[in-house]
């Protein structure tokens, strides 16, 4: 199976298993490293926003094109 495959039909369960239980859920990549207050910032954002379905939060490393982090 084609690793990105893999990873969808993972999300995919997720998704499934937050909806019937009607609980959130937070997905995290394996390399993840999240900031020192991200659960705070997180819930904070939550707060503040409309009922969603998904917010996606993300960073790729590798990519050949930097911003600076603000914090």
């Not at 997720?14 to 937070?26: D, E, I």
């Not at 990549?29 to 904070?44: F, G």
């Amino acid at each position: 199976m084609e690793p990105a495959l893999g990873v969808m039909m993972s999300y995919l369960r997720l998704w499934k298993h937050a909806v019937a239980s009607n609980h959130t859920v937070t997905v995290l990549e394996n390399d993840a490293v999240l900031h020192k207050r991200c659960d705070s910032l997180t819930r904070q954002l939550m707060e503040h926003q409309d009922p969603f379905d998904c917010i996606a939060l993300g960073v790729n490393t590798d990519w050949p094109i930097t911003f600076p982090i603000m914090c």
